[in-house]
């Protein structure tokens, strides 16, 4: 079956720090890979995708993620967090049928 | 318009009564998507549709949901005699006609009691 996996249910960093969010996927062929931010009480925002091309995808809001075929990854990173930064995050796959599969989530909370 | 409009942002049901949730896709978009976000932030896929004609409906427990697309209108999802354990956040998502990534509406909480 094809899935995601968030290894990590939390994650603490200090403003200023980078800060990195761990996405692994299981998919036959190429995979469509999305991160999406769920703020509390809020709706899912989405932030980036890979579809092809260059491994590196930049997004919203200053985020970045690899596409590492090698290593089945999918890392969403950011070179320096802010406080507003805290929050749920959700890498997800798309399945047939253009549906998402989701991660269980990562909760990010950045110190000020 | 340009985001995804869901109502009721809440709803409270007692158990056996019927919930009706509504969703506004984005203007264009031809996929709507419905998800049922859990405990524990687990999303389920529910059903999708493609214009008013549903697209892919295994993820919906047929014996009680039902949704439906129809042109100009909302779509909406109902559940017949809500049960304590439909209580969830339910997403609405749209995407283009072969474009890649879904938005999602702020959701609507529904409690049964």
């Known amino acids: 079956a094809q899935s995601v996996a968030q290894p990590e249910d939390q994650v603490n960093v200090a403003e200023g720090n980078p800060l990195t969010v761990k996405c692994t996927y299981s998919?036959?062929?190429?995979?469509?890979l999305f991160w999406y931010v769920q703020y509390p009480n809020r709706g899912l925002q989405f932030l980036l995708k890979?579809?092809?091309?260059?491994?590196l995808v930049k997004g919203s809001y200053g985020f970045e993620a690899e596409f590492n075929k090698s290593q089945t990854s999918f890392h969403l990173k950011k070179p320096s967090a802010l406080v507003s930064d805290s929050a749920l995050y959700f890498c997800?796959?798309?399945?047939?049928?253009?549906?998402?599969?989701f991660g269980a989530g990562t909760t990010v909370t950045v110190r000020a | 318009g340009e985001e995804v409009a869901q109502t009721p942002k809440h709803l409270v049901r007692g158990e056996g009564q019927k919930a009706k949730l509504y969703c506004a896709p984005i203007?264009?978009?031809?996929?709507v998507f419905w998800y049922q976000q859990v405990l524990k932030n687990e999303f389920k896929f529910l059903i999708s549709?493609?214009?008013?004609?549903?697209?892919?409906e295994t993820g919906m427990p047929k014996e009680r949901f039902s949704a439906k697309c129809l042109p100009n209108s909302p779509c909406s999802l109902e559940i017949q005699a809500t049960k304590l354990e439909d209580s969830a956040v339910y997403f609405c998502?749209?995407?283009?006609?072969?474009?890649?990534?879904?938005?999602f509406g702020q959701g609507t909480r529904l409690t049964v009691v």
């Open positions: 998502a749209s995407s283009q006609l072969g474009g890649n990534e879904a938005f």
């Open positions: 998919v036959s062929g190429n995979p469509y």
């Open positions: 890979y579809i092809t091309g260059d491994n």
């Open positions: 997800a796959v798309r399945l047939a049928d253009y549906k998402l599969s």
């Open positions: 203007k264009g978009h031809s996929y």
């Open positions: 549709f493609q214009n008013e004609n549903v697209f892919d």
